[in-house]
């Protein structure tokens, strides 16, 4: 199976954003794709709560959705949107950061909410409250699909391993975590938070991210850390997507997850212990 990571620049526009990730889709196919994968809110970053008020819908009526489901279908391929924002029924109006999985006849296959919210101030300025405009999920899922089994998580869930390894002792073979990484923090940590949820799930990690500066009308700007990683069930890096947007792509041969597994069945050795 081949994979394509789609790295991304989104602005605040969701018509825009679409535009470009259509266009790497159809790198990604015509480079021979099976599984094309999109980061984290593919159709958008704004700290702008009241323009993504406008600009979000409901998952039944998201034009970003309809379209990436039409290409998918299309091209005949699987389809991971990493996530989108979209309306929900919550009276406090917070939006769902959702990620999706689309199989090649366009259905949606698995919906997952993302369940950590990056309620963190990285520094004195760049200061983020996830919470206070996505309201946090609590269900974790693995979808079962011909590619493998795959289970979904988004960005900062990286650095739960609890979540990885619940997914990999639900049967994963294959972990998804599409991220709009902070530059900071990413380069201090998100290849080795990843390749250390590879190592200890023995599962490829598959983690396409926004990259660059994504400035705001209001004049804000956020940068993300780029880096979009394919990564194998023992660890090593099989792709990077470097930090321009555009597609990279890997090879997956799913042999690999009970080889690694072969060699060190951690993933069968929890114990109980008590204290403290
Ligand atoms: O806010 C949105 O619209 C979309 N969501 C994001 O960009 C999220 C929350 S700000 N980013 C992360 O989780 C980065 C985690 C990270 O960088 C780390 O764990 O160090």
Same mark, same amino acid.
């Given at each position: 199976m081949r994979a394509a990571l789609l790295q991304l620049n989104v602005g605040e526009d969701p018509a825009a954003n679409l535009a470009a990730t259509l266009e790497h889709l159809r790198a990604a196919v015509a480079g021979g794709a099976d599984f094309v994968l999109t980061p984290e809110a593919t159709n958008g970053l704004s700290s702008d709560r009241a323009l993504q008020a406008r600009q979000f819908h409901h998952e039944n009526s998201d034009q970003t959705l309809a379209s990436l489901r039409a290409a998918a279908k299309d091209a005949g391929i699987w389809l991971l949107v990493g996530s989108l924002g979209l309306k929900t029924n919550d009276a406090d109006g917070r939006f769902a950061n959702r990620s999706f999985l689309v199989g090649? #006849? !366009?259905? *949606?296959v698995a919906r997952y909410d993302k *369940?950590?919210? /990056? #309620?963190?101030?990285?520094?004195e300025t760049e200061v983020f409250r996830e919470s206070s405009a996505y309201r946090p999920g609590d269900r974790a899922v693995v979808a079962q699909t011909p590619l493998g089994s795959i289970g979904m998580t988004v960005c900062y #869930?990286?650095? /739960?391993p609890q979540l990885f390894r619940h997914l990999a002792q639900a049967g994963a073979q294959i972990l998804t975590v599409p991220a709009a990484f902070n530059h900071l923090t990413g380069a201090a940590h998100w290849e080795t938070l990843l390749r250390a949820r590879a190592i200890e799930t023995g599962c490829f990690v598959l983690a396409p991210a926004q990259t660059g500066r994504h400035p705001e009308a209001s004049g804000k700007s956020r940068r993300t850390h780029g880096h979009s990683l394919a990564i194998a069930?023992? !660890?090593?890096?099989?792709a990077d997507g470097g930090t321009e947007p555009g597609v990279t792509f890997a090879e997956i041969d799913l042999a690999e997850v009970a080889k690694a597994r072969a060699r060190i069945p951690s993933l069968r050795h929890d114990r109980a212990f008590e204290g403290p």
């Open positions: 090649p #006849d !366009g259905a *949606i *369940i950590h919210m /990056f #309620d963190v101030n990285v520094t #869930d990286v650095r /739960f069930p023992w !660890g090593e890096v099989l």
